[in-house]
């Protein structure tokens, strides 16, 4: 039974879980927000994780003769659980992949895990210009093709740059006008430990953060297996990792294109 009124309907969606609903909003808005329910144990344990992970990954880039700020890169750390392995329990939260199966179908791929440095004291920071997840691209596609988990290290507040978007501007082709962006966009403020879920065509950004604290956070790009991932994750992880089928293919094993018509024709002979 639907209980909001409405007239001269015939065809109406019908969303039975919450999960199905926030699945809905994201077509409809471009985004949503997703507790990842991890407890306050969790959450300082990740917070304590993201520090170590960022000195441990700038001793590695300084040990490979690399100026981080001089390559403007020092708001990022790629591959972030690679130096702070806890975040991998992040990468695959259930509750996230009951939605991204929802919004991707049953084959997905990590394309990038970063975490994000938005300094305080008002510092310039890498993500505070508006821009899509897929650059350069200005289709629209009928459903999503790639979402981004942003997941909140720290409380994200309107003072520390919370995450801004312009409602549904995954629909339209061209970057909305200055006018119309002023009017709609939105800042996307959300408790420690949430997801922000986008579709990586919503135009979003960081904001400038006046509080005296980094904010922190953790993006998780996830695209259907026919885009390149921003780092070749397999090889990044080797056989380091104990894994299981399903990881293997959220991380784009098994994914590289056939180097011969031989491995062709021996991978299709295999399916039969
Ligand atoms: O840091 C933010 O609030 C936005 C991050 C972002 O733009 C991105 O992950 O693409």
């Known amino acids: 039974m639907n209980e909001i009124a409405r007239y001269g309907v015939r065809e109406a969606l019908s969303a039975r879980t919450d999960l199905e609903v926030k699945a809905e909003e994201l077509r ?27 000195k441990d990954y700038e001793e590695i880039a300084a040990g490979k003769g690399v100026n981080l700020a001089a390559i403007q890169e020092s708001d990022t750390i790629r591959v972030l659980p690679m130096v702070s392995p806890q975040f991998w329990a992040v990468v695959f939260n259930e509750r996230l992949h009951e939605l991204l199966s929802q919004l991707l179908g049953d084959y997905y791929i990590l394309n990038q895990v970063n975490g994000l440095i938005n300094r305080g004291n008002g510092s310039k920071y890498g ?18 093709i790639a979402i981004n988990a942003l997941f909140a290290v720290d409380d994200f507040t309107i003072e520390n740059g919370a995450t801004r ?86 991380l784009g094993f098994g994914l590289d294109e056939f180097r011969s018509l031989e491995d062709w024709f021996a991978a299709r002979a295999s399916k039969n």
């Open 127 to 144: 993500q505070s210009a508006y821009h899509r997840d897929l650059p350069y691209q200005h289709f629209v596609s009928s459903r999503p």
């Open 165 to 250: 978007v312009i409602p549904a501007s995954q629909h339209m082709e061209a970057f909305p006008s200055d006018g119309t962006v002023k009017n709609l966009q939105h800042q996307v403020a959300v408790p420690r430990g949430t997801f922000i879920v986008l579709d990586c065509m919503l135009y979003h950004s960081g904001a400038l953060n006046t509080t005296s604290a980094d904010r922190r956070a953790v993006n998780h790009v996830f695209t259907i297996p026919m885009l390149r991932q921003q780092l070749h994750l397999p090889s990044i992880i080797g056989d380091k990792m104990e894994l299981s089928e399903w990881q293997k293919k959220i």
């Open 28 to 54: 409809l808005l471009g985004y949503t927000t997703l507790d990842a329910g991890l407890s306050s144990a969790d959450l300082n344990a990740l917070s304590d994780g993201f520090d170590r992970g960022r």
